[in-house]
């Protein structure tokens, strides 16, 4: 088995989706501290004058102590607008913009009150709209109590991995031989951002999941994939 474990992001890149198809399971760590100025509560989208941060504003006070799913959003400012109406305006002649704006509109239409929640509901809806069904569960509902690269090893062996598809950053905390003693084999994700068609001048890569979406419609998957390693390579390499 697969698996792939990832912080909420807000609007994910492509790679976190990529991660999410090669895998069996997919956890959604949220009960890790949150991290200031992370994709937890931001990210980016394409405009005629260059990349532009979406940022939605959180609750900080005592953020230290508290872990993604117990970070409030600070709705006494209007971020669900102004998100709403920069995500309108940059994209509404994209050629897919009909086809997913309506159903991405509903979610700045209702009052979210954990940064967590927005996150979960919303990779949802993405990862149907890709057409992935990779099973997904929150950390916060398994019962494992260890931090770090030991949080990351616990609930490998909690789900009986043999593959744990790490992000490429993992390379800087991950102990090879801990997970080596549990049977469990490392694998190191080093996404390429593929090129796609975008709106405006030259290609920006690794911007939100809507750029795509807005863009090149039902290829998007084929696109996430492009260029990077499949599940199918992933389980012959360790003979799965």
């Given at each position: 088995m697969v698996l792939s474990i990832n912080q909420p992001a807000y609007l994910p890149w492509l790679g976190y989706f990529h991660?999410?198809?090669?895998?069996?399971?997919?956890?959604?760590?949220?009960?890790?501290?949150?991290?200031?100025?992370?994709?937890?509560?931001?990210?980016?989208?394409?405009?005629?004058?260059?990349?532009?941060?979406?940022?939605?504003?959180?609750?900080?006070?005592?953020?230290?102590?508290?872990a993604i799913n117990e970070i409030e959003i600070d709705n006494s400012q209007s971020w669900q607008e102004n998100h709403l109406k920069a995500i309108y305006l940059n994209y509404k002649k994209a050629p897919f913009f009909e086809e997913y704006f309506p159903a991405i509109e509903r979610f700045y239409k209702r009052e979210w009150r954990m940064i967590?929640?927005?996150?979960?509901?919303?990779?949802?809806?993405?990862?149907?709209?890709l057409g992935i069904g990779t099973k997904v569960t929150k950390s916060s509902e398994l019962g494992v109590k260890e931090k770090k690269d030991k949080l990351v090893l616990e609930i490998s062996k909690s789900m009986k991995a043999k593959v744990y598809l790490?992000?490429?950053?993992?390379?800087?905390?991950?102990?090879?031989?801990?997970?080596?003693?549990?049977?469990?084999?490392?694998?190191?994700?080093?996404?390429?951002?593929p090129k796609y068609n975008q709106r405006y001048q030259e290609f920006l890569p690794n911007?939100?999941?809507?750029?795509?979406?807005?863009?090149?419609?039902?290829?998007?998957?084929?696109?996430?994939?492009?260029?990077?390693i499949t599940k199918e390579e992933i389980e012959k390499k360790y003979g799965l």
């Open positions: 991660r999410i198809y090669c895998s069996d399971l997919f956890v959604f760590l949220d009960n890790v501290q949150f991290e200031k100025n992370s994709f937890t509560n931001r990210n980016k989208i394409k405009t005629a004058q260059g990349s532009q941060w979406l940022t939605v504003p959180v609750r900080l006070k005592e953020h230290f102590e508290k967590s929640d927005l996150n979960y509901e919303m990779m949802n809806f993405f990862l149907e709209k790490s992000g490429i950053l993992g390379k800087d905390y991950l102990k090879a031989k801990d997970f080596s003693q549990e049977g469990i084999n490392l694998e190191f994700q080093n996404y390429n951002p911007l939100g999941i809507i750029d795509l979406l807005f863009n090149e419609g039902p290829e998007s998957l084929k696109i996430i994939m492009s260029g990077n």
